[in-house]
């Protein structure tokens, strides 16, 4: 069913809207319609109560939660529940919005265990709302985005040319933009950040994380950039500490690609510029196109060297779990998939 909602404004449904959702849509300005926030909390009617435990920052103690009730309003977002907590019941409650509309990034909490954006979200019967994880916590919802603003800015994300400007228009395809484009779709709202499990682990890894790394691949996956400077850069990322686990993905309300279209492709580049960062995986590749298989204690021996003899204790506990088998590496054993392997890494250009 197809809406014209103003000049520039036409917008389809798969389902035809009542009159007065018809009439909100205009007002409000959603033309993505199919993703109405009334299209998608459908368990709520107006008057409902809704619950929300909220993690308060106590600075002389610890912190805790505190519960209030909200009533519901059709479309209502987590921000309009916020909004009424502090309006009625908590004027000291802090958190942080600003555009209300998915384009500054400023407001993303944790509700229920995911992150979200507040102004985006759609309310819940029950939520329990807290800060970001992984960056301090000033007050209530709002964290410290300074950790994530120092890394880009060693990052350096700008261009910088090798050659001369040739002049507008300059001569760019979609294809040698593909991932920096979908890089420039990033609002920097961190909610991959807080989802990313290694930078939990805090200064156990260098890792920059996705935010970061995000921001980075606008320019440094753009053609125009001096590949000198992306090397430099590159070697301050530890972008080989990503385990692929699509946390960050699963959150990111921009829908960014960012395993596929940012870290892979960074992780590619930063094994052609900057090789010694890239032993681990060049190792893996070198041994799943030789054997068609991954070799643990091959992979070891490869990566640490004679260091590995420097830990026996830990190579016993790997041979007893079954986790390594010496007798399969020292005779090089191969399975049938090994000429297959090689094959595909070598047609990607991924094989060492
Ligand atoms: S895929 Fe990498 S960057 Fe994304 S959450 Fe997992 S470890 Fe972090
Ligand atoms: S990549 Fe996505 S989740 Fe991460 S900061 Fe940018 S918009 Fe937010
Ligand atoms: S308030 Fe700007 S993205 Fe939510």
Known sequence: MKYDLGPGRKIETAVPLAPMDLEQARRLGQAECQDTLAARNTRLTEGDVLTLRIKRFDPEGSAGYQEYRAPYRKWMRVLDALNWVAENDASDLAYRWFCGSKMCGTCAVRMNGREVLACWEAVEPE?????????????????????FERKVAELEPWIERPSRYPGFPEPLS??????????????????????????????????????????????????????????????????????????CEEVCPANIPIVSMVIEPLKARAAAL??????????????????????????????????????LPRALRLLLRGKIDPIKTLFRRTTEAAGAASRILRKQGRAP
Not at 128 to 143: A, F, K, S, W, Y
């Open 274 to 311: 900057v090789p010694e960062m890239a032993k681990h995986s060049l190792a893996l590749r070198a041994i799943v196109a030789a054997r068609g298989r991954v070799d643990p204690s091959a992979l070891m021996f490869r990566v640490q060297g004679l260091r590995v003899l420097g830990n």
């Open 174 to 247: 979609h294809r040698e933009m593909k991932n920096a484009s979908k890089a420039l779709d990033c609002i920097a709202c961190m909610c991959c950040y807080s989802a990313c499990p290694v930078i939990g682990l805090g200064d156990l890894t260098d890792f920059a994380g996705p935010a970061p790394l995000v921001q980075f691949a606008q320019t440094a996956l753009d053609p125009r950039t001096d590949q000198e400077k992306v090397r430099k850069s590159l070697k301050l990322t530890g972008i080989f500490n990503c385990v692929s686990c699509y946390k």
């Open 127 to 147: 939520m329990t709302i807290e800060p970001l994880r992984n960056l301090p916590v000033i007050r209530d919802l709002v964290v410290d985005r300074a950790p």
